[in-house]
């Protein structure tokens, strides 16, 4: 079974920062593009940003400029850092690797 697991979440100030980090078997991370999405009850799933193999990196509108991906493939990790973060960014968090997906760890943005 693929396991990916978030860490990093967290109750922030508006303009504040958090890092998640999120681990991904070696075999997928150098097979399989990662991508980050924001869930908000109620809502559908919003896709962040996607970091490919090569380390090609795309970015949603609402997070451009603010949030950064990167990966670490001797940590099997990928990182979005989040930067000038703001009260519609939160939510919980998921990575997804292929078809599988973390369990997401929640940032909430407040003052």
């Known amino acids: 079974q693929v396991q990916l697991v978030e860490s990093g979440g967290g109750l922030v100030q508006p303009g504040g920062s958090l890092t998640l980090s999120c681990t991904v078997p070696g075999s997928y991370l150098n097979a399989y593009a990662t991508g980050w999405y924001r869930q908000v009850p109620g809502k559908q799933r919003q896709w962040v940003g996607t970091i490919g193999t090569t380390g090609s990196i795309h970015y949603g509108d609402s997070v451009m400029g603010r949030f950064t991906i990167s990966k670490d493939n001797a940590r099997n990790t990928v990182y979005l850092q989040m930067n000038r973060l703001r009260p519609d960014d939160t939510g919980l968090y998921l990575c997804?690797?292929?078809?599988?997906w973390g369990q997401g760890t929640q940032v909430t943005v407040t003052s």
């Open positions: 997804n690797v292929h078809t599988h």
